[in-house]
């Protein structure tokens, strides 16, 4: 399980105020206008964009949406580039679904914010210098 996942996954909200619940809400629903709570088939709880996605695993939709599915032959690849991506379960209630997403968007943002510090390319150029 990698960090994002592990943020949100195991989230006690027991002790959360109705004030902090509705200022998460008011977060995401500006962030993303028309969200709203939503029921899985399993009983449990996830914030969806207007259009019924769920905003903690928008990454999964984009993954799919950008492979290049032409230049396969077999799905080995897609299945790698899938794995690369955080699934984020379900709540068990509506409150652990807003503070869930809000935590959510608030990984994905410090990671994608960074990541591009880390990139290969720059990784291998700093290693490349290094050994000069």
Same mark, same amino acid.
Not at 19 to 34: C, D, L, T
Not at 69 to 84: R, T
């Given at each position: ?16 105020? @109705? ?6 809400? *008011? *977060?995401? @629903? ?24 769920? @905003?903690?695993? %928008? ?15 077999? %799905? ?5 580039? %899938? ?15 807003? %503070? *869930?997403?809000?935590?959510? @968007? ?10 591009? *510090? ?15």
């Amino acid at each position: 399980m990698d960090q994002t996942a592990n943020m949100v996954y195991n989230m006690n909200v027991d002790n959360i105020s @109705i004030k902090r619940f509705e200022k998460a809400k *008011k *977060k995401i @629903i500006k962030k993303y206008p028309g969200a709203h709570t939503v029921m899985d088939p399993n009983g449990q709880y996830y914030v969806a964009t207007e259009n019924g996605r769920d @905003i903690n695993n %928008l990454q999964i939709g984009q993954t799919m949406n950008a492979y290049d599915f032409d230049g396969e032959d077999d %799905l080995y690849g897609f299945n790698a580039a %899938l794995n690369k991506v955080t699934m984020i379960p379900h709540s068990n209630s509506v409150i652990e679904a807003w %503070l *869930k997403t809000e935590v959510a @968007i608030k990984s994905y943002h410090v990671v994608n914010r960074n990541s591009n *510090k880390f990139s290969d390319d720059k990784v291998m150029k700093k290693m490349a210098k290094d050994f000069e």
